[in-house]
């Protein structure tokens, strides 16, 4: 992975890592390289989440853009999926998001998409990298007529809904659906779209300010979605994070059901009505092992990657499977979008309710969720990736290996969106997995304090 872009773009505290500066350069190279084949003037589609840097950022990665003779097609506040969405329906040259997604306020994040509105490949980010960090290329600098612009487009939000509603089949009349829009991407969205497919929706969460994006709610926090939920009687309840590409789901109990689980129901119901391809599942090294056990149940086969939801396309497209997904709520639905998306997972997981009749907690049952515990030990982005490099936490991993060995697993990993080094283990005896989670992450702060030479 390169210097600038993680799993998931680039990312950092708005305004002090991520810079208008830094923003400028990644319009600039960015429209250099993924435009370089056109021979007319080409189009980027730009979006943003309700963060209050976005502004800021938008307008300084569109003077990039423009400066190289692009033009900036701004559809302004929507999810990252309709950003991918819209850059092929709208035959744009490339499409870029201005989020960090399920990240607090102070950070943002910009992430490209190319002209088939995929996230580039490692080959494609390294060359925008080559030119902001070593100068390797000179960029045009064109002048008169021939700078780019920037155009608003008005019927962004409608032409999205329109997609999202084509995905269904299914009328969600009789359904009371629960909404936390994350203050983010999805609040205007969200309960337009069940609204229209005939839910009764409550909607909270969803009045941001610039500030309150992800702040005690969304998929990351749905302890007061599942409050709700219980209070109001309603049948689910359906949490999106702040640019609305992860769904996490909670049932009429107000017990949530997470990404493993959706994709457990959606690839079951997939596989009786034979429209999973290769009767595959995609998934990552951080589901639960539970997930395998039901799969194997229902004859479904597992293909596991590494952690990000790019990984587990660059699979299914490789193989050409057609689900897959994580653990927090990615899930990439590729016979409807080339990404993840919160509101088709969604959609896709109350239609299987409204064409069954069963309530989610008894779909739900499809999976036993093994007990897992998931401890952040929190190192700088320059320090991360040395975890494994240290004497200590090697020694301390091998110990837990070898401890949880036959009955349970130990998963350690540098995050590819944070600052932390995730420390996950599976096991039956949650506070022994919490206490030696917790005792591998402290170690592994206090080791990485310094740098290793």
Do not use: W
Request: hydrophobic share 40%.
């Amino acid at each position: 992975m390169g210097i600038l872009f993680g799993t998931d773009g680039v990312r950092g505290v708005a305004n002090s890592e991520l810079t208008c500066e830094l923003a400028f350069k990644l319009g600039q190279a960015g429209a250099y390289v993924l435009t370089g084949e056109t021979h007319h003037r080409p189009r980027i589609l730009v979006g943003r989440d309700t963060r209050i840097s976005g502004n800021m950022l938008e307008a300084a990665l569109v003077a990039g853009i423009c400066s190289v003779g692009a033009e900036a097609a701004l559809v302004g506040v929507l999810p990252t999926p309709a950003v991918a969405y819209l850059t092929r329906a709208y035959e744009a040259d490339a499409g870029v998001m201005i989020s960090a997604s399920h990240n607090p306020v102070e950070d943002n994040g910009i992430k490209f998409f190319n002209a088939q509105g995929y996230k580039l490949a490692d080959a494609i980010e390294d060359a925008i990298e080559d030119i902001i960090l070593n100068n390797r290329k000179e960029l045009p600098q064109p002048i008169g007529a021939e700078v780019g612009a920037s155009v608003q487009m008005r019927n962004a939000r409608r032409d999205y809904i329109r997609f999202l509603q084509s995905t269904m089949g299914t009328s969600l009349e009789g359904l009371f659906i629960v909404l936390d829009c994350a203050n983010g991407a999805a609040s205007r969205v969200a309960p337009e779209v069940f609204q229209s497919m005939g839910a009764k929706v409550c909607a909270f969460y969803n009045d941001p300010d610039g500030t309150n994006i992800n702040d005690n709610c969304g998929s990351t926090h749905p302890k007061h979605l599942q409050q709700r939920v219980v209070e109001l009687g309603a049948d689910v309840g359906l949490a999106f994070d702040g640019d609305a590409d992860r769904l996490i789901a909670v049932d009429g109990r107000g017990v949530i059901v997470d990404g493993d689980q959706i994709m457990a129901i959606c690839a079951g119901e997939m596989r009786r009505h034979g429209t999973l391809k290769k009767d595959t599942l995609v998934a990552t090294v951080m589901s639960n092992m539970g997930l395998d056990l039901a799969m194997q149940r229902e004859g479904v086969k597992i293909e596991k990657t590494g952690v990000g939801d790019r990984y587990v396309l660059e699979k299914m497209l490789a193989e050409g499977y057609n689900l897959g997904g994580e653990q927090s709520g990615h899930i990439i639905f590729t016979d409807f979008n080339t990404t993840g998306d919160g509101m088709v997972s969604a959609l896709q997981l109350t239609g299987i309710m409204a064409r069954t009749g069963k309530p989610l907690c008894e779909l739900a049952d499809i999976m036993q969720v093994l007990p897992q515990v998931l401890v952040g030990a929190k190192v700088s982005n320059e320090r991360k990736d040395y975890f494994a490099k240290e004497a200590a936490i090697a020694q301390r991993i091998a110990l837990l290996d070898s401890k949880y060995a036959g009955r349970g697993r130990v998963l350690v990993r540098a995050s590819g969106t944070e600052p932390l080094v995730r420390v996950m283990i599976e096991g039956e005896d949650m506070e022994e997995m919490q206490r030696d989670a917790q005792g591998l992450a402290q170690l592994i702060e206090q080791q990485l304090k310094v740098c290793p030479e």
